[in-house]
């Protein structure tokens, strides 16, 4: 296995645009979940799937902001008409439920530039 | 609610010398505590782990111990290299309900190491 995998790594897209970002967990883990690092800053919680149900998500979880877990393998986080706020590194990392709670294994992330 | 507060600013240090990291926390009960850190390029890694109080985590020649007085997990090393140059981040689990296993992180310490 080769871990968590992200992408894309660097994304760069105008205000007001819509952007996706992909996680490939590691295959059997049943836990997923989002981040969001800015500058500065450590890591802050989003939201967090077991399998294929979305069971937590953050007050800075906007509604522009969407997460997908389809059939509990892959997910996507979409952002909606980005704002300049958005700029940070979107972290997604796997667990297996039974490993919590230092199982964790973080992908390198997708860095959002909005400009 | 839960919460973590790390020594502020960078760290730059001489190879060998000693070095430590601040972090205490505000938490419910008494949850685990971590150490993670980030390599240039890279996701965030486990570095160490307490699960009680007066237990001590080691890895890789870094130490911190869980003070349940002091509210603390502070980080240390006797002798630094230059391959420890990262950014470390203090991070507490939540203890249980349906944010089990959900990462509270401080802001993270820049540490710089030259020859």
């Known amino acids: 296995d080769t871990g968590v995998s992200q992408n894309p790594r660097h994304k760069i897209t105008k205000r007001g645009q819509n952007v996706t970002f992909r996680c490939d967990p590691i295959?059997?883990?049943?836990?997923l979940y989002w981040y969001r690092q800015t500058l500065g800053q450590g890591p802050e919680f989003l939201t967090y799937f077991q399998n294929e149900a979305q069971l937590e998500k953050s007050r800075l979880l906007s509604d522009r902001f969407s997460a997908e877990r389809p059939k509990g393998s892959f997910s996507t986080l979409e952002i909606q008409r980005t704002e300049q706020g958005d700029s940070a590194m979107y972290l997604c990392a796997s667990s297996l439920y039974r490993q919590l709670p230092d199982g964790y294994t973080f992908g390198s992330g997708t860095r959002l530039t909005v400009v | 609610g839960d919460s973590v507060t790390q020594m502020e600013g960078p760290v730059t240090l001489s190879e060998e010398a000693f070095l430590t990291i601040n972090c205490t926390y505000t938490?419910?009960?008494?949850?685990?505590l971590f150490w993670y850190v980030q390599y240039p390029g890279e996701g965030l890694q486990l570095l160490l782990k307490?699960?009680?109080?007066?237990d001590k985590g080691s890895n890789k020649g870094f130490e911190a111990t869980y003070r349940k007085e002091t509210t603390s997990f502070h980080l240390e090393k006797g002798s630094v290299q230059v391959s420890d140059s990262a950014v470390y981040f203090c991070a507490l689990p939540n203890a249980g309900g349906t944010s089990y296993g959900k990462l509270t992180f401080g802001q993270g310490t820049i540490l710089t190491v030259h020859p």
């Open positions: 295959s059997e883990h049943n836990r």
């Open positions: 938490a419910t009960g008494y949850p685990s």
């Open positions: 307490a699960t009680k109080a007066d």
